[in-house]
């Protein structure tokens, strides 16, 4: 029998009925004799709120205590799912982080996963008990505090249960039918893909597609987790996870490049809106100018993504345009203000009213071209490129956020990916 680990988001687990819902779908796993596992998320909106709580009641709040309050949310539809699977007649019991135990490191609000006894769990789960366990959440072993793993962190938990229970599959329950070529609440005509390489997924996730979080697919990849992404609003048939092709036809798969014959030079677009833009003008152009800025950034902890070098007209001042995370713009620019003896003469702007467009796929690495196409279609729609990046599997192009929509689906165009 397979060891199999279901995971369900917030819109999944929004309320009492969908609870309800997610319910049939475990005792339906559990009754075909499976071992389970079942990673839940907060319901709908309840990280939000308390994230809220948390800046409304001191913006300079402690972030150990900002996890003791956001890692609440997880906690309550954990205890709901057992209560209503236990009267449904099916063995199940709760369980939190600090339970099993997952042990983080200290940095928290973004904690990464550095341990999982999965022991007892797997004891309980072989006699026939589905473990429901706490999403985004775990321990820091020294000083025994809760921490939480990161915006979208169940997706990171579930697939860090799977390994540590050697899960012959990871099922990501939420609230669309698979990956798609783009979000299709953005493109009408995106596409479901039956499958995705993890590299090609790892991309997508970290350039903005919100349906995996990044650490989920790498880790999923570094351990060779067999990984798919599902509806929970559907109803599906028990599969013996086994045969990969057998699993196609409902949701997609996240497998090894090799098993998929089909492979398309572009296989999806992604979008984020959470970068900005600053760009320095008229700073003396001489060697080390990069550093005096990029030095004081990167001391302060503020990491910078894009990065464009133009000279101005007579070579001696230069202009430098980067990105940073839009929620670091503000100590970007107090950093930079403090550095001002080490970088010189400078005028500065900075926008968030910027989106970064990409896009991604393996088949890249052995088609040259697709940046120029890219470039002469977002050309043709009069939309400016302010920064450009690429990678052998992707290139991303940095935009006003007015033209993300556009963009996106006339690159999604452009590479074949509508529907019919
Ligand atoms: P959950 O609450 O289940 O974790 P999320 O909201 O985190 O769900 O992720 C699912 C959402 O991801 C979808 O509703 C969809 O709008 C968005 N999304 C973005 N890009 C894609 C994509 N390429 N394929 C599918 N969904 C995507
Ligand atoms: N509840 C957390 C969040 O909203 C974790 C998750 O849903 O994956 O970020
Ligand atoms: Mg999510």
């Not at 556009?406 to 452009?414: D, E, G, K, P």
Request: hydrophobic share 45%.
């Amino acid at each position: 029998m397979a060891v199999i680990v279901m995971k369900f988001g917030g819109t999944s687990v929004a309320d009492l009925d969908r609870i309800r819902n997610v319910a049939r779908h475990v005792k339906r796993e559990v009754d075909a004799g499976n071992q389970v596992a079942v990673v839940v998320s907060a319901m709908a909106g309840t990280t939000n709120q308390l994230v809220e709580w948390v800046n409304q009641a001191s913006p300079d709040y402690d972030p150990r205590e900002y996890d003791a309050v956001v890692a609440s949310g997880e906690q309550i539809t954990s205890g709901l799912l057992a209560i209503v699977l236990q009267s449904m007649g099916v063995k199940a019991r709760s369980w939190q982080g600090w339970q099993m135990p997952i042990e983080t490191n200290d940095n928290h609000g973004a904690a990464r996963v550095s341990s999982i006894d999965g022991t007892l769990m797997r004891e309980r789960i072989a006699g026939g008990q589905a473990a429901i366990v706490t999403g985004f959440q775990g321990i820091e072993p020294t000083r025994k505090r809760i921490a939480t793993l990161g915006r979208g962190g169940s997706d990171t938990s579930a697939v860090a249960i799977a390994v540590a229970l050697k899960a012959d599959i990871c099922d990501i329950y939420t609230d669309v039918d698979g990956v798609y070529t783009t979000d299709p609440r953005i493109v009408a005509k995106a596409q479901r893909l039956s499958k995705i390489s993890y590299e090609e997924m790892l991309e997508m996730a970290s350039l903005g597609s919100k349906v995996l979080s990044t650490r989920s697919v790498e880790l999923a990849m570094v351990y060779g987790i067999r990984l798919r992404v599902l509806s929970s609003f559907a109803d599906h048939e028990t599969t013996p996870p086994t045969n990969i092709d057998n699993l196609e036809d409902i949701g997609t798969i996240v497998c090894d490049e090799d098993d998929i014959v089909e492979q398309q030079v572009v296989s999806g677009i992604a979008y984020a809106k959470d970068e900005a833009k600053v760009t320095l003008r008229n700073i003396a152009d001489k060697p080390g100018v990069a550093a005096s800025i990029f030095g004081p950034l990167a001391d302060a902890n503020v990491n910078v993504d894009m990065i464009v070098q133009n000279l101005s007209g007579d070579g001696r001042l230069t202009d430098m345009t980067f990105t940073v995370m839009a929620s670091e713009l503000e100590r970007a620019l107090s950093v930079l203000d403090g550095a001002k003896a080490e970088i010189g003469a400078f005028e500065i702007s900075s926008s968030a009213d910027v989106v970064k467009v990409s896009v991604i796929g393996v088949g890249m690495r052995s088609h040259a071209g697709v940046a120029s196409k890219m470039f002469q279609a977002l050309a043709e729609k009069s939309i400016n490129i302010l920064a450009i990046t690429t990678s052998e599997i992707k290139i991303s192009v940095l935009i006003d956020a007015d033209y993300a929509e556009l963009a996106i689906r006339t690159l999604h165009s452009l590479f074949g990916l509508d529907a019919e």
